[in-house]
């Protein structure tokens, strides 16, 4: 893989989420997903799509 995390450790796998006005929620989504993929030893990365959301996500 070409691309690299900030430690410089190729990324292994990118969970992307999809958002639709998920305020409230997003922001323990996106650290429940980078816990799991800490506790799995998994070098990886969490991408957020949001599609227009009305709120602040």
Do not use: F, K
């Not at 691309?3 to 990324?11: F, K, L, T």
């Not at 816990?35 to 799995?40: G, K, S, Y």
């Amino acid at each position: 893989m070409s691309d690299s995390s900030a430690s410089g450790i190729p990324i292994e796998v990118s969970v992307v989420l999809p958002c639709l006005n998920e305020e409230g929620t997003i922001g323990a989504c996106v650290a429940a997903a980078s816990q799991a993929l800490r506790d799995a030893g998994i070098p990886g990365e969490v991408i957020v799509a949001d599609n227009g959301s009305a709120d602040q996500s």
